[in-house]
């Protein structure tokens, strides 16, 4: 018997697509905001300052900034390609899950990451990375199709918070088993020594538990989700680069509809630098802020995560309403704002006090510039049926900006130090607002 398929706008359509930020946001906060960070930094702890890798010698938080712009680069050239072949072929779900499977891989892989086969671990943060991201180019295209436009803020903002509960729950079973190991049946000795090694291997247990938990969660959305129009037509080599035309197709458009267009370019600059800060405040706290002992380290900074990630579901609503009422790019300049104060405070900040106030507004304004960012977007698009190639090329944008933001901070952070890395983000939020304002309030009537 058939399965019968969703209509657009209803209920379980709905709920199914934001349910998808339930299973991937895992990977978000365990994989790239804390768990992960946090024993990255503790397996170079008692190395040398500068690691080789790739036959140059580097600081840890460089290796790790610029094996990250090399994923965002490979998602930015592969996601127009392959969201045209999505689009020949009529079955984006496909792609969604390919990409799923292979992050949710990685994360596993992350099991074994070691310096003695750095090349090997990296590429398992590789696969994490890219399959996140990835998967997330045909996600964020579902929106329109899934939503009408008057749905569509509420959604995107539910996805985020479904996400950031999901992510903590996880997180707080993952943080039971580090701070806790003997109650999960971890052989913690008698020494420090054989305890530290305990909170090491239930580190890495949770990076299992990622993986698991993205891809079992995520059958639900892969079940209800349309897998798109069938064309009936096969894959050739004449189609592979069909993405790249439909890119093309959408830049061409983009120089007519001037709401959009310079919409994207306000996005590119502050969506640079949010994702820049997002992916190294863990590093950040790490290296840059006095704590007392390494297991206030570890404490402060898991705290601290948590903080952004709960204050996040609030931020995401409170943004929500903001933009109903004050409209979309007047609450996206607000917020901008903020994350301009925050990196001149940043750049000053040293205690831990500090810094745990710091994550409370990151968290604030995090949720809220990321489901807005991503629904403005959706609301703009013009009257179309190929949602997938106009948010490959949001995506690309987005991707190329964070290439060149984790450069920009990888440069700065080796040759001087984090705190002015973040400090040089200033430029990209004051452009970013400066692009908003010139964002034309109507809509074109073309």
């Not at 502050?270 to 297991?295: P, R």
């Not at 995401?316 to 925050?342: E, M, P, Q």
């Not at 190929?386 to 080796?414: C, L, N």
Request: proline share 2%; charged share 15%.
């Amino acid at each position: 018997m058939a399965k019968i398929q969703a209509e657009k706008g209803s209920k379980k359509l709905l709920n199914a697509w934001a349910f998808y930020d339930w299973a991937n946001s895992v990977y978000t906060l365990t994989i790239a905001s804390s768990i992960f960070p946090i024993f990255y930094s503790a397996l170079f702890a008692s190395s040398d300052e500068l690691v080789s890798a790739f036959g140059y010698e580097m600081k840890p938080t460089v290796l790790i900034s610029i094996v990250t712009a090399f994923t965002f680069l490979t998602v930015a050239i592969l996601s127009p390609i392959l969201s045209g072949v999505a689009d020949y072929v009529g079955n984006k779900k496909m792609f969604m899950k390919f990409f799923c499977y292979v992050g949710s891989i990685g994360c596993m892989g992350l099991y074994w990451f070691s310096l003695d086969y750095i090349h090997l671990s990296m590429f398992f943060y590789f696969m994490g990375l890219i399959g996140y991201w990835g998967s997330l180019v045909f996600y964020n295209s579902y929106l329109p199709d899934i939503a009408f436009e008057h749905q569509q803020d509420s959604i995107s903002a539910k996805g985020f918070s479904l996400g950031y509960i999901g992510s903590v729950l996880l997180l707080v079973l993952n943080l039971a088993m580090v701070m806790m190991p003997e109650m999960f049946g971890f052989d913690v000795g008698e020494t420090e020594e054989s305890l530290n090694l305990a909170k090491f291997e239930a580190m890495k247990i949770s990076f299992i538990t990622v993986g698991i938990w993205w891809a079992l969660f995520s059958q639900y959305t892969f079940y209800v989700l349309p897998k798109g129009v069938s064309t009936g037509h096969k894959i050739t080599k004449s189609v592979v680069f069909n993405g790249l035309k439909e890119l093309g197709l959408v830049w061409d458009n983009l120089k007519q509809n001037k709401r959009l267009k310079r919409y994207l370019g306000a996005f590119f600059v502050f969506s640079m630098a949010v994702q820049t800060i997002m992916l190294m405040a863990v590093y950040f706290g790490e290296k840059e802020i006095s704590w007392a002992t390494d297991s206030e380290k570890t404490t402060g900074l898991i705290i601290s995560i948590l903080v952004i990630q709960l204050v996040a579901v609030l931020g995401a609503y409170v943004t929500s309403k903001a933009s109903g009422k004050f409209g979309n790019i007047r609450t996206l300049i607000f917020v901008n704002f903020i994350w301009l104060c925050l990196c001149f405070y940043a750049f000053f900040m040293v205690t831990p006090m500090q810094f745990y106030i710091a994550a409370g507004l990151v968290g604030l304004v995090m949720g809220g510039v990321q489901s807005l960012g991503r629904s403005t977007y959706s609301k703009f698009l013009p009257e179309t049926d190929d949602t997938t190639s106009y948010f490959s090329f949001y995506d690309v944008a987005e991707k190329i900006g964070i290439v060149i933001g984790m450069v920009i901070f990888a440069v700065v952070d080796q040759v001087s130090n984090m705190r002015y890395a973040i400090l040089f983000l200033f430029v990209f939020f004051l452009a970013g607002i400066i692009l908003l304002f010139r964002v034309p309030k109507e809509k074109p009537l073309n």
